[in-house]
């Protein structure tokens, strides 16, 4: 062990710096298998007095740091790069009671999103961001990244939770602003700044998030449309006509086989259709009829499931929320996250086959993802040594549609090569300066975000 191993350890402790490749290894891949990269060390401290001082002693030691939470996710931001301190928060696990007066809480940055869930329900409050990774995904990552999920139709990505942070500074500085206060104009924001700044500026150590009343009454219509022009119809419709709209999703024929054939699931319908959509409404009270309503008056209906009791309503949600483990079952995808304008969005799909096939002909592309945003998850099985290629083709078409090269799940060390094709050369200008501002000698999460 050499002396920043040493001073690391008289910090946290014998039994969380981890040394040894073996006991290294869990954090030093994604579950996806798709990225991976040798951490120095791995260093797991117990709250924000420890995570500030490991990060002094890894400033003064000028050694690189990376920065992972549930490590759940999917751009490569939290796995190194290649001799980084991994700096690992999923012990930071405090919650604090619930507030609800302000109907906010305050969670240490490793609190998992199903723990939180399940701390807020009994209060009649829930958290207003929800994904498939619930029960892995820590709010810590979930901020960091802002991400997105199948509730952004109705509260927004994470940043639009969030009323302050804690958070460790490059040098070791804890700023703190956790008084949750929902009106706070007294300069810039910085509780916003480190939203979705995937941990290059500080290491957030605590959130204080807003919560949402916690909605019982869940009615959940799986449907098949005539394409993607007509999801978009009926999303319209569903906007203007269900004002319990909880969710919209899409995905396409492809992504149906392979998560019926992954979960034994039955054909939800006689036929195949040329795309679904899972439209979800919640509430107080049962929204069935107005869900009816809403599916018989759009045109580009052409058949449909529903359900309102609990079991029902998980098993049309499988048809959706299996699309990534079934992905993962069949191979290591590309996997590209992108949005565009909605009325793009066709165009974007309809393109997609030809764009993927010129660079990789043998290539399955399985698309899906969140409608009301324009937001697809473009995952491509069997792209052998093409990724690269696939991945700068989609996301060129994307970029001249006017889209944005990731929507809901950051730029990390995957997509860093193709920023310019999403920000202007003053943007990404901009951000470099507030880098080099928060941390010169560039110690935090190095690679990720900017090159
Ligand atoms: C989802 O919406 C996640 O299910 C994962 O953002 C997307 O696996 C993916 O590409
Ligand atoms: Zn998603």
């Avoid at 945003?373 to 060129?396: I, M």
């Amino acid at each position: 062990m050499n002396e920043l191993e040493k001073h690391l350890t008289e910090i946290v402790g014998d039994a969380h710096v981890l040394v040894d490749a073996d006991l290294r290894a869990q954090y030093e891949t994604d579950w996806t298998r798709r990225f991976t990269g040798e951490a120095r060390c791995v260093v797991r401290p117990a709250d924000t007095a420890q995570v500030a001082a490991v990060v002094r002693a890894c400033a003064e030691a000028g050694a690189p740091i990376v920065v992972q939470g549930g490590n759940t996710g999917l751009v490569g931001g939290g796995v190194p790069g290649g001799g980084e301190v991994l700096l690992s928060l999923s012990r930071l696990t405090a919650i604090e009671d619930v507030d609800p007066l302000e109907a906010q809480v305050t969670a240490g940055a490793g609190v998992t999103l199903e723990k939180l869930q399940q701390h807020a329900r009994p209060h009649g409050l829930d958290v207003g961001v929800d994904l498939a990774a619930r029960s892995a995904a820590t709010v810590g990552g979930l901020v960091a990244t802002n991400a997105g999920g199948i509730r952004v139709v109705r509260y927004g990505s994470m940043r639009e939770q969030l009323t302050g942070v804690e958070a460790v500074l490059a040098d070791g500085t804890v700023v703190s602003r956790l008084s949750g206060l929902t009106k706070d104009n007294t300069g810039y924001d910085l509780t916003q700044l480190l939203a979705g700044s995937e941990g290059t500026l500080a290491v957030i150590t605590r959130v204080r998030l807003r919560l949402v009343p916690l909605l019982p009454a869940r009615t959940v219509a799986l449907v098949a449309v005539d394409g993607v022009e007509g999801a978009l119809a009926l999303l319209t419709a569903a906007r203007a006509g269900l004002p319990g709209l909880s969710a919209a999703e899409l995905f396409l024929p492809a992504g149906l086989e392979l998560v019926r054939a992954y979960g034994r699931l039955p054909d939800p319908f006689d036929a195949p259709h040329p795309a679904y959509l899972v439209l979800e409404s919640a509430g107080r009270a049962d929204a069935t009829d107005e869900v009816l309503e809403v599916l018989g008056e759009c045109e580009a209906v052409l058949d449909a499931t529903v359900a309102s009791d609990v079991t029902g309503v998980a098993r049309l949600w499988a048809y959706r929320e299996t699309h990534t483990e079934a992905i993962s079952a069949a191979g290591v995808p590309v996997k590209l996250d992108v949005s565009v304008p909605l009325r793009e969005l066709p165009a974007l799909v309809a393109a997609l086959p030809d764009t993927v096939a010129a660079v990789a002909p043998a290539a399955r592309p399985i698309v899906f993802g969140h409608l009301g945003e324009g937001n697809l998850h473009v995952n491509v099985l069997d792209a052998g040594d093409a990724a690269e290629q696939v991945t700068d083709a989609v996301l060129r078409l994307v970029a001249s549609l006017r889209g944005s090269i990731s929507s809901e799940h950051g730029v990390g060390r995957a997509k860093a090569e193709w920023l310019g094709l999403s920000r202007s050369a003053a943007e990404i200008d901009v951000m470099r300066r507030v880098k080099a501002a928060l941390d010169p000698a560039g110690l935090l999460n190095p690679g990720v975000l900017l090159r």
